[in-house]
């Protein structure tokens, strides 16, 4: 299990990869909005098993960064359940501080 300083760590690569998937672009006419509503699913995930799908979303579009992924579940499963809401909110932070900072 991860101490907090490791946590905020993985929860800003994390970030860096949904920022990737948004920038990539779309193989048909979808477009940006679809990535940035899959990121907005991930955020509002209540519970480990709608995080775990919004992710394999987010592993089927950036297969390059599958062990991250793999990572984030593992720690996801091992972290107490009281632990899941900060860990998805330190998702979003760094997301949304990246996105303003124009820092990937």
Known sequence: MLNKTELLDLAERTASIILLNEKKTPKEDRGKTT???????????????QFVESLIDL????????EVLKEV???TLQM???????FVTLI???YYYKKNNKEQ
Do not use: G, R, Y
């Open 92 to 94: 979003k932070f760094e």
């Open 59 to 66: 592993l089927k579009a950036q297969p390059d960064n599958s």
């Open 73 to 75: 579940v593992k720690e």
């Open 35 to 49: 990535n940035i509503h899959e990121a907005n699913k991930m955020f509002e995930s209540k519970n480990t098993k």
């Open 80 to 86: 107490p359940v009281d632990n899941f809401p900060l």
